[in-house]
C-alpha cells in the first residue's frame, strides 16, 4: 500500500492513476490502460517510440475528443501523413473527383436470373436501418474544409504491438496445403488465421469492387487476436513475394486500437504483406481527401441479435483517367485514394476479388479460440442473427458496376465458421457467414 494525500492506495491503483512511474534512471514502468499490458519500457525505446508517433501525428489545426476515447485531429490535407512515402514526393493531391462506376441497367435476363435463388429477404428489409456511421461525430464537431480527420496514434498502441516495425502491419502469412479448386485463393495461414469467404475467379480483368457490409461486434478472446469483415481487392501472385491487395472494411482488433469497438479500416501491400503498407493511416501512402470519415474511427450503431440491422457500403474502383484507387463509403461519399505509384500488379488491374470475414485463432490454451466471426453466429442462422454481405459487385473495364454472379465460397473449418451464398432482386448476390469459434463440434 502507499499514502497519497493521507489515503492508503493499493499500488495498482497508482499505475492507473499515473500510467507512466520512473521507477530508476535505467527504465520506465508503462501500464497502458484499454489492454496495453504492464511493461517494462527502456528509454532508449520509448525515445523511438516518440519520435515515430512525432512523425506518424501530423500538427493538427484543431482536435476533436470523441465520445469513445479517441483523438480526432483535423490535419491539413498537405501536411497528412501519406505524402511522406518516397514514391509520392512530388505526388499532387487529386483535385478533381473520379467518375464513380455506373450503374448497369438490368436486363430481362439479368431479373430472370437473380430471381431464382433467394432468402427471406423481403419480409427482412424493414428491419435494415441505414446509415452506420462514426462515434466521433456524436459531439457535433466537425473537421473544417481543406483538413482531414486523422486518429491520433498513442504510445501504449505502440507498446501493444509485438514492436514498433510491427505496429500497424499485418503477419506476413505463410501458405499451408488445402484441398480445394485451383483457382481458389490461397488464403490460408500458417499464423492462425481463418476465413469464410466468396471469391471471384482469378482470370478476372477488374477494375473494382463493391459490396454493403452488416456491422457488428463480435467477442475477441485474445489481446492480440482480431475479427474483421472486408472487401480484398487483389493482383499478383499467393505464393510469391509480390502479391498486391487493397483492402476496406470493419474490423475489432483489442491490439491495434485498444478496446472491443468495430472500427473502419483500411490496408494496402504491394509484397505479400512483407515490408510495405499497413493500416489506416498507420504508415503513408494512402491519401485522404474527405474530412469528415476517419479511417480507424469507432462505427456506430451497431446490429443487434433480432433487432435493428446496420450497414455501411463500401467501394473500391480504379479510377480510369489517372489509375488512382480509389475508396467510396456510404452514399457515394469519397474518402481518399491509394496512389497508382504504390503498386506493381496493381498499376494495370485487379485479377481477383474476396469478400467476407477473417479472424486469428492463436489458439491461446491449446483450444480454438472462441473469437467470433461476423455476429457470432453461423450462416444458416439468417437475417437478424447472422452477419451478412449483400449487393456483391464488381467493377468492369468500362467503370460500370456489374452483379457477381460467378463467386465461390469457402471456409477451411465450417465447424467453427461458415457461409453460405445465394441472390435475389433486392440484394443480389449476397451471402450470410461467420461463426462462434470454439464449440463442441469446433474443439
Not at 474476396?354 to 483450444?367: F, K, Q
Not at 473469437?371 to 464488381?394: C, P, Q, V, W
Not at 440484394?427 to 474443439?443: A, E, H, I, L, M
Request: hydrophobic share 35%.
Amino acid at each position: 500500500m502507499v499514502r497519497l494525500n493521507n489515503i492508503l492506495l493499493p499500488r495498482l491503483v497508482l499505475l492507473h492513476l499515473w500510467v507512466v512511474l520512473f521507477c530508476n534512471s535505467g527504465s520506465r514502468s508503462v501500464w497502458g490502460l484499454n489492454y496495453t499490458k504492464y511493461r517494462q519500457v527502456g528509454d532508449l525505446r520509448l525515445a523511438r517510440i516518440h519520435k515515430h508517433l512525432d512523425n506518424l501525428n501530423k500538427p493538427s489545426v484543431f482536435s476533436i475528443q470523441s465520445p469513445d476515447g479517441d483523438i480526432i485531429d483535423c490535419v491539413h490535407k498537405r501536411k497528412q501523413p501519406a505524402l511522406d512515402h518516397p514514391l509520392l514526393k512530388n505526388h499532387k493531391i487529386q483535385r478533381v473527383p473520379p467518375e464513380m462506376p455506373k450503374m448497369r441497367s438490368m436486363s430481362k435476363q439479368d431479373e430472370e436470373d437473380g430471381g431464382g435463388k433467394s432468402a427471406n429477404v423481403s419480409q427482412s428489409e424493414g428491419y435494415i436501418r441505414r446509415g452506420a456511421w462514426q462515434m466521433w461525430h456524436q459531439n457535433g464537431k466537425r473537421c473544417p474544409k481543406g483538413t482531414v480527420p486523422v486518429r491520433r496514434s498513442t504510445v501504449h498502441d505502440v507498446l501493444r504491438a509485438n514492436s514498433l516495425y510491427d505496429f500497424g502491419k499485418k503477419r506476413s502469412r505463410k501458405a499451408v496445403p488445402l484441398a480445394r479448386r485451383a483457382d481458389a485463393p490461397d488464403v490460408v495461414s500458417g499464423n492462425g488465421h481463418e476465413h469464410a469467404i466468396a471469391y471471384t475467379g482469378s482470370s478476372s480483368e477488374i477494375y473494382g469492387a463493391k459490396a454493403t457490409i452488416n456491422v457488428w461486434d463480435p467477442k475477441i478472446e485474445v489481446i492480440n487476436e482480431f475479427s474483421l469483415s472486408q472487401i480484398w481487392v487483389l493482383s499478383g501472385s499467393f505464393d510469391g513475394s509480390d502479391l498486391n491487395s487493397i483492402e476496406a472494411g470493419w474490423q475489432v482488433s483489442p491490439e491495434l486500437y485498444g478496446d472491443s469497438r468495430p472500427r473502419l479500416f483500411t490496408y494496402w501491400t504491394s509484397d505479400a504483406y512483407q515490408a510495405t503498407g499497413c493500416y489506416n493511416l498507420l504508415c503513408s501512402g494512402f491519401v485522404q481527401t474527405n474530412s469528415r470519415i476517419a479511417i480507424g474511427a469507432a462505427i456506430s450503431p451497431l446490429s443487434a441479435f433480432e433487432g435493428s440491422q446496420f450497414d455501411v457500403t463500401i467501394v473500391i474502383w480504379k479510377d480510369p483517367k489517372l489509375g488512382n484507387w480509389w475508396m467510396g463509403f456510404g452514399d457515394n461519399t469519397l474518402v481518399g485514394y491509394w496512389p497508382a505509384e504504390l503498386f506493381t500488379h496493381l498499376a494495370d488491374r485487379a485479377t481477383m476479388v474476396e469478400w467476407g470475414g477473417e479472424i486469428v485463432n492463436s489458439r491461446a490454451n491449446g483450444e480454438h479460440t472462441t473469437t467470433e466471426m461476423g455476429s457470432g453466429h453461423f450462416a444458416e442462422d439468417g437475417f437478424g442473427k447472422a452477419s451478412y454481405f449483400r449487393n456483391l459487385e464488381i467493377v468492369d473495364s468500362d467503370n460500370s458496376l456489374i452483379s457477381a454472379r460467378d463467386i465461390s465460397t469457402l471456409a477451411e473449418n465450417t465447424n467453427c465458421y461458415n457461409i453460405k451464398s445465394a441472390s435475389n432482386n433486392q440484394w443480389g448476390t449476397y451471402f450470410y457467414y461467420g461463426g462462434p469459434g470454439k464449440n463442441p463440434q469446433c474443439p
